[in-house]
């Protein structure tokens, strides 16, 4: 897959509908300032299309971007970011919460760490969270051009413990050198190739595999 296309839709503070909606949503996440809407920007090849900044907290909305006019890239708020007083926070949870709720369309979440950091207790919960709702999800290990490449594959050990995930499934990323971005264009295919398959599957009328079983009776 390549990025042809590329814009931005809108802004939200409560999800709901925007212009377009019931294309497949793949959702970025993390801490505030790990890189989310700089990878939106270095997989588009548009350095300016999502707001980036030095200062943690900057998107604090919903944005949602169109690319392809093929599906929807969601740049979700940050967490953990110590600057917020409670209400704020609340109002964060919220938003997610209506979000993962509410989102029939969201196919898959890009979990965005820092390779540099051990996850932190926010980064675990999303992470439990995202298994207890079934959302597929893909770690990323963002800002790989910060450390060496023999570096990359040992820092990723206590991210994979703490994520309970297999280092082959983490993506090593950096919006500055462009590291990850085959692996994640690959996974975006992926992903959006499985979508149409399941879609002819209900135009056909057929059972899912998942839905054929053959149940013993007990004796
Ligand atoms: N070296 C390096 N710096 C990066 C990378 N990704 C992001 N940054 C820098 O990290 C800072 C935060 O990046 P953003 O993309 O704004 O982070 P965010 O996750 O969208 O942050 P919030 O919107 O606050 O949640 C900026 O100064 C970026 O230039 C990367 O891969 N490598
Ligand atoms: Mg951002």
């Known amino acids: 897959m390549e990025i042809k ?10 999800y709901g509908n925007f212009a377009g909606k019931g294309l497949p949503q793949i959702a970025v996440a993390g801490k505030s300032n790990v890189g989310k809407s700089s990878l939106i920007n270095k997989l588009c090849r548009r350095n300016k299309l999502a707001r980036t900044s030095a200062t943690p907290g900057k998107t604090r909305l919903i944005n949602v ?9 969601i740049d979700l708020p940050g967490y953990g970011f110590a600057k917020v007083d ?22 898959h979440v890009l979990c965005l760490v820092d390779i540099r950091h051990d996850p932190t207790e926010d ?24 450390i060496s490449r023999g570096a990359r594959q040992k820092q990723l050990a206590p991210i994979c413990r703490a994520l309970l995930v297999q280092p082959w499934e983490v ?7 462009g590291t990850g971005r085959d692996q994640l264009l690959a996974l975006l295919e992926k992903v959006l190739t499985e979508e149409t398959a399941n879609q002819s599957y209900e135009v ?6 998942d839905d054929v079983h053959t149940m013993e009776q007990p004796t």
């Open 5 to 14: 296309t590329a814009d931005f839709i809108t802004s939200m503070a409560n």
């Open 65 to 73: 971007f169109e690319l392809n006019r093929e599906f929807h890239l």
């Open 86 to 107: 409670k209400q704020e926070k609340a109002r964060w949870g919220k938003m997610m919460q209506d979000y993962f709720e509410q989102a029939d369309e969201l196919r």
């Open 123 to 146: 980064d675990k919960q999303m992470n439990l969270f995202l298994r207890q709702m079934g959302i597929p999800f893909t770690v990323i290990a963002t800002k790989a051009d910060k």
């Open 171 to 177: 993506i090593c990323w950096s919006s500055e050198d």
């Open 204 to 209: 056909d009328g057929e059972p899912e595999p």
